[in-house]
């Protein structure tokens, strides 16, 4: 298939790991920001095919996993609304909250329903005009031109029945924070390529320089992701860190220009708490002023007054320190016994793009353990 | 009431069943002698002339008697390649097939959700009926409830199936050993995209169109030229990964498939990439993976090909070992990962 086979090309890839072999003399470690690039590298046992010099450990980069236990708490009671439609991404259902997760709430009778995108609720919303339709909108810079591009259909159409449950976060200001942080042992990255599809590399410029880190932005297949590896250990080698973008083919330096101005108009930079992580200034998105009457947390204020403004997470899930590169999935001690996809005690074991989700999947029953 | 009232007997139903399906189909009374005779029956036939009895019955003769059964209640009830009824036949016809059986008889339990239009569960009973009289089965007894509006999907079918395993063949995860080599007798993912991208209104360039189909005879031909099938499987909820998994874990073996060599057409590749799902675990309703003695292989791929529903077969791997239950994956960079059951169902992805 095009764009996907020549991506997945076996001599295509063995040539590139021939050569990070031979580029790296010293050990490095590279995180890959995006959960979609961690479970390319998983599926594709990439790890197998570079040398033991180079490390890679998985980044944040899984809107599912970083969205707080408290607003997964209130979309689960906005769903047990009986006027409310929940619509949501089909990953958001499994996470845990302080008590249950989404699918608990559909059981429970709330209607929650799986949509593909924004839009789908939004026609939802037109067909059922006597329900609330209230949209989970997660996901990073990827996902809020949709959502910002729903909501501004919605005001043109004159919807009053629409609202967004708002969860965004940026990547930026993620990678600082781990940049920033005492004990950082991360040398280079690789960037997500479909946040920059939208965004442009422009702003993780300063980033590069302040921090003299390579950051390389990069695509999700196999031969992708060996060719970013291939760019950060040279850099790494070559002793500089500047930003490089191996996924040419979809992401330009100012990105989509379209895009980032839908989202500038509807939602404006806001602090967002990153379950497991904590709070990083300016890290998320919240609806502005002039769209504030499609936030459903004012909307619902009254429904949502009691909800625990924390939200419980299990202490023993080590969610933060895996998604900060600091711990391999199974490393963790309740990896495989008590936290499964069947029984998870945080989000990155049942998410599509949680690390501890990969490794369950692609590892097995034999290597759930080390 | 006088003896000249003119009030009808079955007031207080209405006068005329209109087009809709009514609590008072499932009620036992004419209404329902009435849908019987004129949709079952109709459609159906009475092939044992059992002439509405409680139950069919037959004379049997000697050999094992293969019995499964299974229910139905896919949504949207149409879909590109097949319907709710088709989908009843060929799913129970293929059970029997995997015990090397050949399909005689099924019976259908249908239960229809109050207010379901009389012509669509017309327009699924003729596709059943079409769909056995291809498959070469009779439908012999069945049953009817009608559950009120919004306690059902339309219609759920159970179908019951009995078949005749010809004397001699035992097919069974227990025949699986080191040395098989595993065969799968097409393309992956059709009626599982087929159907997902049809209830969710997603517009996949081209037609993707479900593989559903009766598999009895290529496996009766199989068995025709003397192949000794040790296992048989056919690849619904789940796909192929899961019931590799199975296999491994009842028979206690190791097995190992070849990304490269495991048949997936473009488009259903195209619509997994997007959707974010593997068609290693999406849903056939015409595909069979075969477990066969090294020696029996390639001629067990030929007749195979012989077959329009197998015309894609191909070897995708072996058993290697005996143990730990375990299928593992080489990749198509040449790497290995463990091929694991999923924990739920495969859900699509954020972005």
Redesign the interface.
């Known amino acids: 298939m095009k764009y996907v086979d020549e991506f997945r090309d076996r001599d295509h890839a063995e040539t590139l790991a021939k050569a990070i072999t031979a580029m790296a003399t010293k050990p490095w470690t590279i995180m890959e920001v995006c959960g979609g690039q961690t479970h390319s590298i998983v599926r594709f046992c990439l790890d197998e095919l570079l040398p033991k010099t180079v490390k890679l450990v998985h980044g944040p980069g899984c809107p599912v996993c970083v969205t707080p236990v408290a607003l997964i708490d209130q979309a689960i009671r906005l769903a047990s609304i009986p006027r409310v439609t929940l619509c949501t991404f089909g990953d958001m259902l499994r996470v845990p909250g302080s008590h249950q997760d989404l699918f608990a709430a559909k059981a429970g009778g709330g209607d929650v329903r799986i949509i593909y995108s924004p839009l789908d609720a939004l026609r939802l919303a037109q067909s059922l005009p006597d329900r609330e339709i209230v949209c989970f909108a997660v996901g990073f810079e990827t996902t809020a031109p949709a959502f910002a591009m729903a909501v501004q259909q919605a005001q043109n159409m004159g919807l009053q029945n629409f609202s967004l449950l708002v969860a965004h976060v940026l990547v930026p200001p993620a990678m600082e924070a781990m940049l920033s942080a005492p004990g950082c042992r991360v040398q280079g990255f690789l960037a997500a390529g479909h946040v920059c599809t939208v965004m442009g590399y422009e702003e993780y410029e300063p980033l590069a320089a302040r921090y003299r880190v390579p950051i390389v932005v990069t695509g999700f297949e196999p031969v992708d992701i060996l060719e970013g590896v291939l760019m950060v250990v040279t850099q790494l080698e070559e002793g500089r860190s500047v930003v490089e973008n191996q996924y040419a083919r979809s992401v330009h330096r100012l990105g989509n220009r379209q895009a980032q101005s839908l989202v500038a108009d509807v939602f404006e930079p806001a602090s967002r708490t990153w379950r497991g992580i904590g709070a990083i200034p300016l890290s998320g998105l919240t609806l502005n002023l002039s769209y504030a009457r499609f936030d459903a947390a004012q909307r619902f204020q009254e429904n949502l007054m009691d909800c625990d403004t924390e939200g419980i997470d299990d202490s023993a899930c080590q969610s933060g320190l895996i998604l900060q590169g600091l711990r391999k999935p199974n490393d963790c001690e309740a990896f495989g016994t008590r936290c499964t996809p069947e029984r998870p005690l945080g989000a990155p074991m049942v998410s599509s793009e949680g690390a501890c989700a990969a490794y369950y999947r692609y590892r097995g029953q034999a290597m759930h353990k080390k | 009431m006088t003896y000249h009232d003119p009030v009808e007997p079955t007031c207080p139903l209405p006068k005329m069943p209109g087009d809709t399906v009514q609590l008072a189909h499932g009620g036992g009374g004419r209404l329902m002698q009435n849908l019987i005779r004129d949709v079952f029956v109709r459609s159906f036939g009475d092939p044992l002339s059992t002439h509405l009895h409680d139950g069919a019955t037959w004379s049997v003769s000697e050999g094992t008697l293969a019995f499964t059964t299974d229910s139905y209640v896919v949504q949207p009830l149409c879909f590109p390649g097949g319907d709710i009824g088709s989908l009843a036949v060929h799913g129970t016809v293929n059970d029997l097939a995997m015990c090397g059986a050949h399909p005689l008889w099924l019976s259908a339990g249908f239960i229809l959700e109050e207010g379901l239009s009389i012509a669509m569960l017309q327009r699924v009973v003729d596709s059943m009926a079409q769909a056995a009289r291809d498959a070469g089965v009779s439908i012999v007894t069945g049953d009817t409830k009608v559950v009120d509006k919004g306690k059902g999907d339309g219609i759920f079918i159970n179908t019951a199936g009995i078949g005749v395993v010809p004397a001699g063949v035992i097919i069974g995860p227990q025949r699986v050993r080191p040395g098989d080599a595993i065969l799968v007798s097409g393309d992956l993912g059709s009626h599982g995209i087929a159907v997902l991208s049809m209830r ?1 209104g ?1 517009d996949f360039a081209g037609n993707i169109v479900s593989d559903s189909a009766p598999l009895h005879r290529v496996v009766a031909d199989l068995l025709a030229h003397n192949i000794e099938i040790h296992c048989l499987r056919d690849l619904t909820r789940g796909g192929l990964a899961s019931a590799l998994n199975e296999i491994a874990t009842a028979a206690g073996v190791r097995m190992s498939v070849y990304e490269r060599t495991i048949p997936v057409r ?1 488009e259903i ?2 619509a997994c ?1 997007v ?2 799902l593997d068609p290693l675990f999406v849903a056939n309703e015409g595909r069979f993976v075969a477990f066969i003695p090294e020696a029996h292989a390639d001629q067990a791929v030929a007749i195979m090909r012989n077959h329009d529903v197998a015309k894609a077969a191909m070897r995708i791997g072996g058993v290697i070992g005996h143990e ?1 239950g ?1 299928v593992v994956l080489k ?8 091929l ?1 059951l ?3 169902e495969q ?5």
Request: proline share 4%; aromatic share 0%; charged share 20%.
């Open positions: 969710e997603l473009d590749q195209g990439e959707l974010g730990s375990a990749t198509i960079l040449g790497t290995h990962r463990i694991d999923l924990s739920g859900l699509p992805r954020i972005c």
